[in-house]
């Protein structure tokens, strides 16, 4: 329930926004009926065109394709299921507002419901909708006086032209909802899920249930229905993960995109590593790109520590995980390279490399690591299960000699050809019993490097049910491995010869 306080402040914010869609949706007084309707008529046939117009303060900076992709799959189908995981400062909420309102004002579309975690919020979210049906000039201009004095609130409202539009909370009964004999015919949902939400199986239970058993059949079989879902995917399990499972189509769409801003023309790389760069990995990942984090589910802590001189480490090895892409970036698909040393029953984490990249990128930190190592005996291993044999003659050998002959002397690495097991059990086999033990020890000095803290990050991540990225960890337990497997065959070295005749 609000308080008065809250209420003023929603007023004078209303106020405020309305008096900023007065002052940027001018309109041309002296244009003639004639030009108006052959204008109107030209923007009704490119969507695009019709937001820049009717909505200028909302679209300062271009569309990007998958923006303008949506908007065509969403206004040629009148019956269509989609959800957008697209991430913060991509527009989902004002675009979809900008369709929405496309299709009420052209009558395809008649009666709306906005849905979200609570009553409040949905009806946060719906006061854009309302703001700019009563106050867009343009709007006004060209389609007519919207406000209707006897149906306005902030939770409910329907414009003259019949038009309704209504807010409505998690867990609220949607039943009986009617515009006259017209049941909804969009469905709109957004921020339906909360981080403490996700925290309770139970809640996410009982909410995907009133979703698909009470929200969704208040629609009319024989009407087209059109369903739009805006958010993150926050948890592993949750509203809008069960909804992608039913939905015609999902569109995943993170901070960036092969490596590059997703949205250039309005966020730009600069402006993306800053934001990047406050926030902690797993932050990064459920909030920016679409990875939810469940930390503590295997690995509660990580050790930290100094490293010896390298020069009294009794093994070193560079081992890398080359991960399937050449590209800057694929979904969930991490290279890694990490320098990693054991003395005693310590292995240390020396200095990683771990980010979305290329192959040559990739093959370069081999080169950059062995800088740290001169003059000592150290091996180098690449992962080469067999899915990624015929890459290690055909693509890393000739890369290794072509990045050697840059560098002025060649490394020679072996493939790691184990057979590995399922990559959790694996992971969570060979690394929770060093990591518990305090005897995985992660460099110190390295700590606030970006490639180790997402290194870092991954290992936290590790669990049964997670489904993002864990190639920084997936590499670790392959270096652990070939450590350990040196170690045993240095013990059972043994030496054979012929033995002295003492018979004479």
């Not at 939770?155 to 807010?167: I, Q, Y």
């Not at 081999?366 to 299960?385: A, C, H, K, M």
């Not at 399922?422 to 005897?439: A, Q, S, Y």
Request: with cysteine.
């Amino acid at each position: 329930m609000e308080t008065k306080a809250q209420k003023m402040q929603f007023y004078n914010k209303w106020k405020e926004h309305r008096a900023a869609l007065l002052k940027s949706t001018t309109i041309d007084t002296a244009e003639s009926f004639a030009d108006k309707k052959k204008r109107i008529a030209a923007l009704e046939q490119n969507p695009e065109q019709w937001f820049k117009y009717y909505f200028p303060s909302y679209c300062s900076a271009p569309p990007a394709d998958f923006h303008k992709k949506s908007t065509k799959r969403v206004l040629t189908s009148p019956e269509w299921f989609e959800v957008r995981a697209w991430i913060r400062e991509l527009a989902k909420s004002t675009r979809t507002m900008m369709e929405v309102l496309f299709l009420a004002l052209t009558g395809k579309k008649k009666n709306i419901l906005l849905i979200s975690n609570s009553e409040d919020n949905a009806k946060r979210l719906l006061e854009p909708y309302r703001a700019n049906l009563d106050s867009n000039q343009r709007i006004i201009n060209d389609y007519g006086e919207q406000r209707t004095f006897s149906s306005w609130r902030a939770a409910e409202f329907k414009t003259k032209k019949g038009v309704s539009f209504r807010a409505v909370g998690a867990d609220q009964s949607p039943r009986g909802t009617r515009n006259e004999a017209i049941r909804p015919d969009v469905l709109l949902f957004d921020d339906i899920d909360t981080d403490s939400d996700t925290r309770n199986p139970e809640i996410i239970d009982k909410r995907v249930a009133w979703i698909f058993g009470a929200v969704i059949p208040t629609r009319a079989v024989n009407v087209p229905l059109l369903i739009i879902v805006c958010g993150n995917i926050i948890a592993e399990y949750c509203c809008v993960t069960e909804m992608m499972k039913k939905a015609d189509k999902t569109d995943i769409v993170n901070i960036k995109t092969n490596g590059k801003s997703s949205w250039a023309e309005k966020n730009s790389e600069e402006h993306i590593d800053r934001v990047l760069s406050t926030i902690s990995y797993a932050a990064a990942q459920t909030e920016y790109f679409n990875n939810p984090q469940t930390e503590g589910r295997v690995f509660k802590k990580l050790t930290y520590g100094k490293v010896p001189p390298l020069n009294t480490l009794e093994q070193i090895i560079v081992y890398g995980d080359p991960a399937p892409s050449n590209s800057e970036t694929k979904k969930n698909s991490y290279k890694f390279a990490g320098l990693m040393g054991r003395k005693g029953d310590k292995t240390y984490v020396i200095k990683a490399f771990c980010e979305q990249t290329t192959n040559a990128k990739f093959v370069q930190w081999y080169y950059d690591l062995s800088t740290l190592v001169r003059g000592l005996v150290v091996q180098y291993w690449l992962e080469n299960n067999s899915l990624q044999d015929p890459f290690f003659e055909q693509v890393f050998t000739p890369l290794f000699k072509e990045v050697g002959r840059k560098n002025g002397y060649q490394i020679f690495v072996r493939p790691d050809t184990r057979k590995k097991p399922d990559k959790f059990t694996r992971i969570e086999g060979t690394l929770e019993p060093p990591v518990r033990m305090g005897n995985l020890i992660f460099n110190e000095a390295e700590k606030d490097n970006p490639h180790f803290q997402t290194l870092t990050g991954q290992i936290l991540s590790v669990s049964p049910t997670y489904r993002g990225a864990i190639d920084g960890a997936d590499g670790i337990e392959g270096g652990y491995y070939i450590l350990d497997k040196n170690l045993l065959a240095r013990a059972g070295a043994y030496r054979v010869q012929k033995r002295a005749n003492r018979k004479f």
